[in-house]
């Protein structure tokens, strides 16, 4: 049997979020399939990818070819380079020590990506808060001074017409 690992949509129209599952590659996209691997949330910033490592490189190993955006999905996990470097051991290349050093140096870089990329966009968050804060500080303090020097003229105005 052909498995695929691949995207199960879900979620509403405009947005999407998929299950990553393992398929028949027969079935029909959103229909039946033998294991449901993780989610990934394409509408977060960074996107939401939550996987079981094992399984996945389980099913990688036992021949489930995953589509184009899994394989992107599986790569930016890590279950593709973990995958590679198991094949190295098995051909003698490396030691198990040696793959395991490798990948976890691997992904303490990309974790610290990723929680750069996440300070980085608080921080520019921040900083488009504080600018539209200062911004329609500004205009009430303009505002005010209109109705402030509007004001006066008003009272002028109000007075002679007493006096007639």
């Known amino acids: ?8 949509r879900h979620g509403k ?9 393992v398929a028949d590659s027969r079935a029909p996209r959103d229909g039946k399939f033998i294991e449901k691997l993780g989610y990934y ?20 190993n036992v021949g489930a070819q995953p589509t184009d ?10 279950v593709l380079l973990k995958k590679h470097l198991l094949n190295g051991v098995k051909k003698g290349a490396l030691t198990e020590e040696q793959a395991e050093k ?24 921040e900083a488009q808060r504080e600018a539209r804060l200062k911004a329609e500080a500004e205009y009430r303090k303009q505002r005010e001074s209109k109705k402030a020097a509007a004001a006066p003229a008003e009272n002028s105005e109000s007075a002679p017409a007493a006096d007639a």
């Open 102 to 125: 490798k990948f976890q140096e691997w992904l303490n870089e990309k974790l610290a990506k990723i929680e750069a990329k996440k300070q980085r966009l608080a921080k520019e968050s």
């Open 41 to 60: 949330n394409p509408n977060t910033d960074p996107a939401t990818i939550e996987i079981n490592f094992e399984r996945a490189l389980y099913w990688l």
């Open 1 to 8: 049997m052909a498995t695929r690992i691949r995207l199960q």
């Open 69 to 78: 955006t899994c394989r992107r999905i599986l790569s930016y996990k890590g």
């Open 13 to 21: 129209k405009d947005y999407a979020f998929f299950h990553i599952v």
